[in-house]
């Protein structure tokens, strides 16, 4: 059985950056695919990005240019690293894994999700 805990996530003004971390508790992010999601209230659960065991990143158009997504493997852990962060950007942010190594951005391919840790942005 997966666990990911995620953590890193707080109160930022807009237009700061906040990096949150993705720990996994078996050998996970070197060999699947992993992801984030955000929720925001009162909305679905939303794509925001994925690395694939290759290496290869996908992130979603609202945050584009702004977010990277990283692992390292020897730590088992995923980075989701958050820049020019903007007041749409608010909400629980997700971390998630899958039985295979090919990146997705439907959240129903991933098995394995962490609690989720609260960012604010505020103005």
């Known amino acids: 059985q997966v666990q990911l805990v995620e953590s890193g996530g707080g109160l930022v003004q807009a237009g700061g950056s906040l990096r949150l971390s993705c720990a996994a508790s078996?050998?996970?992010?070197?060999?699947?695919?992993m992801a984030w999601f955000r929720q925001a209230p009162g909305k679905e659960r939303e794509f925001v990005a994925t690395v694939s065991w290759s290496g290869g990143t996908y992130f979603s158009d609202s945050v584009k240019g702004r977010f990277t997504i990283s692992r390292d493997n020897a730590k088992n852990t995923v980075y989701l690293q958050m820049n020019s962060l903007k007041l749409e950007d608010t909400g629980v942010y997700y971390c998630?894994?899958?039985?295979?190594?090919?990146?997705?951005?439907?959240?129903?391919?991933?098995?394995?999700w962490g609690r989720g840790t609260q960012v604010t942005v505020s103005s």
């Open positions: 078996a050998r996970t992010v070197r060999s699947n695919a």
């Open positions: 998630a894994a899958r039985d295979s190594g090919i990146a997705t951005t439907r959240s129903y391919d991933y098995g394995y």
